[in-house]
């Protein structure tokens, strides 16, 4: 009880203090601290020595050139320690050297610039006033005066060693990237015709996947579906056969005749008694289409869940995928056996930039 009285004749004082104050006014309460200034400028060994600031100086354009001798490794390690295939040492050595060239590329030039920046540069502490961000040209003289200045302290222009070693090493820097960019493509190929055309051509068999072994469209019922490959496919050389088959692989679907709906009636050539094939590769990302729903005749991607109506050319109904899976033209030999008349009208898999439909 008396604790509540203190607490209400509180408020009373403090409600009869603020009644003095003018409604509307700010109260400032003055800064509890003054303003303690910069700390005592210590100068710099560099800046007491001259001969130190020589040694510092040599030390920022060596590492520089280090940085550049990082890169030049890297792309020599490149050259000289290849990727064979099936060689695990040859993976570890050319990731190891490219790796240990391009660390020493970052690092040099990442030290020898904040070396540069507290050892080199000018030691000064500064205060910029704020101002309006539309220079007067009073401001605007002022601000080259102070890019002559910056580039004074720095000696960008005077220390052309070490300019220079900057200028070279950030140029050197992306080399090694361009190196394995190439890489990235097989030597005396158009990577864009590897990428427009498959194994597929007129007269070449479908065969079963992974055994090769031929249909024949009697081999087909209604509702069954095939992984197919072409013909040939698996006596070529292992690498060989994984990049065909990544283009060339389908999937073979029979339904009735009457099922299937034909946008472009030219296209109801390219079946045969109610058997189409369709290229596996999805045309969002390039995962393998392999999941037929046999009531719907819906193929499903599991990668994104895009979906391709069989019944209508493979249409896109669901999911991201842009374009409709390719089909391959297809029809009979003498023999019964399922044979393509061409390859693919247009390019399967996912989108590229030279791709022009
Ligand atoms: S790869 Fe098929 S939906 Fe994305």
Known sequence: MAKNEKAGSDLVASTSVNSSVELGTAVVAPDSFENPGFPAHRERVTDLNPKKMKRAERAVYVLFYLSIVGSLFAIFAYMFFPIEDGDTTSIRLNTLFIGLGITLSLLALGIAAVHWGKAVMADKEGVDHRHPVRGNDETRARAVEIFKEADEESGFSRRTLIRNGLIAAIVAFPLPAIALFRGLAPMNVDPNNQMKYTMWKK??????????????????????????????????????????KAKAAVLLVRLKPEDLKWADPQREAWSYQGIVAYSKICTHVGCPVALYEQQTHHLLCPCHQSQFDITEQAKVIFGPAARPLPQLPITVDAEGYLVATSDFTEPVGPSFWERSK
């Open 203 to 244: 007269g070449l068999r479908l065969t079963q996947d992974p055994t090769g072994t031929p249909i024949k469209a009697s081999d087909l019922t209604i509702g069954s579906a095939f992984q197919v490959i072409p013909e040939g496919l698996v006596d070529l050389p292992e690498k060989e056969m994984l990049n065909a």
